[in-house]
């Protein structure tokens, strides 16, 4: 809809693109602040709270159908302050009233629109609304307000309680020893839900939930489980092979609206991918399967290509639609697929699944899929591999080359610390998997950014940066992520100015993030700003828990620098959320890695020398999940101190007695076998 001779709101000062989307309706929008909550109370006016995300579809077609709507409008301005909130800027916010609507629906989603008290405090709400629906609610509300104060204000004592009283974990007495039958215990009833046909789990739509397998990949390692081997790298597998992965440009779309991972909701997330990258390598070195390599390196092609700025960082997302229709950037007809290859096309239709009649419910077009691996496609079609990846390979780069003169899909450019750390992350581990120096360029030059210009000024992480500003105070998801890439880029060079910052931000979190009534971190820092309630982030998700993450960097870091303080923490953490994970394991998956960790303990591989790039790079080939490396000489860590050799040595050490040095890779998987 053109915005030619429309007035602007008080969103068009905003940083983020879906405040920005909505800075033309009719609807008199305020960004969440001061403004905003003073007007409420000094009108005495109930607050409405909208949050969505600029790649969310349904946010998209409410905004049509309701807020560019003149009569809907009137009546939101006339009895509301009317708030627009950006859920991934501002993810404090969308955390309380989620957990309200979930309280008064017992479902949430977005978008979320949820109607508050002028101080704040939720009394009503729910997700999508049709225009009559949405005007009903707005109307009984307002009349509720006007004429029976005192019945919403007991609505808003009621969900405030369970908003407070939600998610509290009691501390728990230490655990004296985790065993397997711990993780027996987590392991079984999660198996019941395993799709061994389609991978995944038996429901639709499916996610990717990249940490669930994460955990599988370790757990059949290291229990030499075959159920979840066969289960997470048939998964794995099928993902790649289905049209939630983007076979043409790389990287993988939200989610499979089917069972199949046949159609994708189309929206690509940074967050979704840089795990992805992260997991897929970490497959590759498990199993040796190069599609897991190639699935990985295509996806950072992806990153580097498309979302990538000027400074290195990272945007979040792109949309779903494009031209006002889902999907349409992304899906072929068999005639422009035919157009393109040319003289492959016949070849290569069956390949990527295009069909005349089209192979989802937009007839005539075709998602990109495989069902066949490529061993058995050259087999059957009578040709050499050889010759079918050199023509898939040409196949792509064309298809790629004239889908870059569509119109593209909206670009989310606002850069997340969060999402930017597990980006760096993934490519951290990939550039010592797949023993690439050019990931590790990337990822250093986003750390380095960050560290330079994302630092508010009492030392700790702003969340945002966008056109040059930094302008949102860090969460715990921000400085958990964030600590986890630094100790990761750190095992890849060995320059101990990462764990320097990794420590001294952990430091920061424990002074600000600390809950003295429990053994968990808040999810916002005691310096920001006040909300109706400080609130825990406990559950692993499609992210895992920032929780959960920081538990695991406390964790290594108490092994890095010998450090009791922060070992004795995340033990206190995990002990208290221990009882919880076998009700709902893939709900704790990151916590349970925690678990595995504990049960097989760490191994701390130190190596020392002056030429110890090679040992690095050998047990890089290696599949040791719970392992943290350490190297250098002249080195301040307890591990690597005093121990200068010019020849290279390895040690390997667990639970605070090493073994005598090793010169060889191979001695050395001796001492951890």
Known sequence: MSNINKESNNLINASSPYLLQHAYNPVNWYE?????????????????????????????????????????????????????????????????????IQLMTGSGGWPLNCICLPDQRPIYGGTYFKKADWINVLSSVADMWA??????????????????????????????????THLKEIIEPWK??????????????????????????????????????????????????????????????????DGAWHVPHF?????????????????????????????????????????????????????????????????????????????????????????????????????????????????????????????????????????????????DDKCLTAWNAMAIRGLAESAGIFGNPHYYGLAKRAVSFILENLNTADGGLYRNYKNGKATIAGFL????????????????????????????????VLLNFEDADSPMLFYTSGTGEVLIARKHEIMDNVIPASNSVMAQNLHKLGLFFDDDLYTLKAEGMLAAVLPQIKTYGSAYSNWAIQVLEEVFGINEIALTGKHIEKAKSEINKHYIPNKITLGGTNSEL???????????????????????????????????N
């Open 32 to 100: 969440w602040g001061e403004e905003a909550l003073q007007k409420a109370k000094d009108e005495n006016k109930l607050i409405l709270v909208s949050i969505g995300y600029s790649a969310c579809h349904w946010c998209h077609v409410m905004e049509r159908e309701s807020f560019e709507n003149h009569e809907v409008a009137e009546v939101m301005n006339r009895s509301f302050v009317c708030i627009k909130v950006d859920r991934e800027e501002r993810p404090d916010i969308d955390q309380i009233y989620m957990l309200a």
């Open 147 to 180: 004429n029976e104060p005192d019945k919403a204000k007991q609505y808003a004592d009621r969900l405030t309680d369970g908003i407070k009283n939600a998610e509290k974990i009691i501390p728990n007495i230490k655990v004296d020893e985790y065993t397997a």
């Open 192 to 257: 019941r839900y395993f799709d061994m046909s389609e991978g995944g789990y038996n429901r639709a739509p499916k996610f990717p939930l990249p940490n669930n397998w994460q955990f599988m990949l370790r757990y059949s390692h290291l229990m030499e489980d075959d159920g979840t081997h066969v289960s997470a790298l048939l998964t794995l597998e099928k993902m790649a092979m289905g049209g939630i992965y983007d076979h043409v440009g790389g990287g993988f779309a939200r989610y499979s609206v």
């Open 267 to 411: 929206e690509k997330m940074l967050y979704d991918n840089g795990q992805l990258i992260s997991l897929y390598a970490e497959a590759h070195q498990y199993s040796k399967s190069m599609l897991f390599k190639e699935i990985a390196e295509e996806t950072i092609a992806w990153l580097e290509r498309e979302m990538t700025s000027p400074e290195g960082l990272f945007y979040s997302a792109l949309d779903a639609d494009s031209e006002g229709v889902e999907g349409k950037f992304y899906v072929w007809d068999k005639a422009a697929f035919d157009a393109v290859l040319g003289a492959d096309a016949d070849l290569l239709a069956d390949y990527f699944n295009v069909t005349e009649e089209g192979n989802w419910e937009e007839e005539q077009t075709n998602i990109l899929l495989r069902k066949f691996t490529e061993e058995d496609y050259a087999e059957v079609k009578g040709v050499s591999i050889i010759n079918l990846l050199e023509k898939i390979k040409e196949a792509k780069l064309k298809l790629l080359e004239e889908r870059s003169k569509r119109v593209r899909p909206g670009l």
């Open 477 to 508: 998801d921000d400085y958990a992520f964030f600590i986890e890439a630094l100790i990761t880029l750190y095992q890849y060079d060995f320059n101990e100015r990462w764990l320097s910052e990794a420590k001294r931000l952990t430091d920061y």
């Open 638 to 672: 307890p591990l690597l101190k005093d121990k200068e050799s010019n020849e290279t040595k390895i040690y390997i050490c667990r639970n605070k007695v090493c073994q005598l040095p090793v010169a060889t890779v191979d001695e050395a998987l001796k001492l951890i």
